[in-house]
């Protein structure tokens, strides 16, 4: 498939780039995405919630009733599960929430995911550009020549640059990656994926490696 290149003044450059369909369109693989989306999203997680157990508690350990007779459930001291202020029963404990998945099922992932976007046109080109320094203003402008103001919208860069990075930081649901980083959770929550020309090639020579 070929996809036209835009200037970031919203024009066409006049050329086209042609995607790679080993990358770009394979047979899209619903199970790899949902573990990649699964493992991103399980990273994501500090795991440090924590609850009390009774020896945890401090608090009196007499107990608070006799045992029977009463005509109520038998109850051990203040602290139990049951009471308010008590302890917490079978209650979480800090945890790792991060598992493996092999390094061919993330990458059929990733190409699944981009192959999502193309085939729905949510995948534009455009031609590498810089910015001599960070400046919001300059990214905006970028987005509104291309009615993608207030739209999820994933740049995607060959290299790190940090006054494009910057430009957009202050900008809501607008991301910046490079080719390297993009993952799988972050393509497809895009509204539209942004990709500079050079990085299409980092992408397609970074797969064709592994």
């Not at 619903?30 to 924590?50: C, F, P």
């Not at 919001?136 to 999820?152: A, Q, V």
Request: charged fraction near 30%; charge should be positive.
């Amino acid at each position: 498939m070929e996809l036209a290149v835009y200037k970031i003044t919203g024009e066409e450059a006049g050329r086209k780039v042609k995607l790679d369909d080993g990358v770009f369109g394979i047979e899209p693989n619903d199970h790899a995405i949902y573990l990649d989306v699964k493992l991103y999203r399980a990273n994501q997680r500090q795991g440090t919630h924590s609850s009390k157990e009774r020896s945890q508690l401090s608090g009196s350990r007499r107990k608070i009733k006799r045992q029977k007779g009463t005509g109520t459930a038998r109850m051990g001291d203040i602290k139990s599960p049951i009471l308010r202020g008590g302890a917490r029963a079978f209650g979480p404990h800090p945890r790792n929430y991060s598992f493996k998945l092999n390094k061919k099922v993330k990458r059929l992932a990733r190409k699944s995911a981009l192959t999502y976007k193309v085939k729905n046109s949510e995948v534009m080109i455009l031609e590498d550009f810089k910015f001599d320094q960070p400046k919001t203003k300059n990214y905006l402008d970028i987005l509104n020549k291309f009615e993608l103001e207030g739209k999820k919208t994933l740049l995607v860069l060959s290299e790190v640059d940090a006054n494009i990075s910057k430009s957009a930081s202050n900008i809501q649901r607008a991301k910046v990656t490079t080719a390297t980083k993009v993952n799988t959770y972050e393509i497809l929550e895009a509204n539209k994926v942004i990709f500079v020309e050079s990085a299409v090639k980092e992408l397609e020579k970074m797969f064709a490696s592994l």
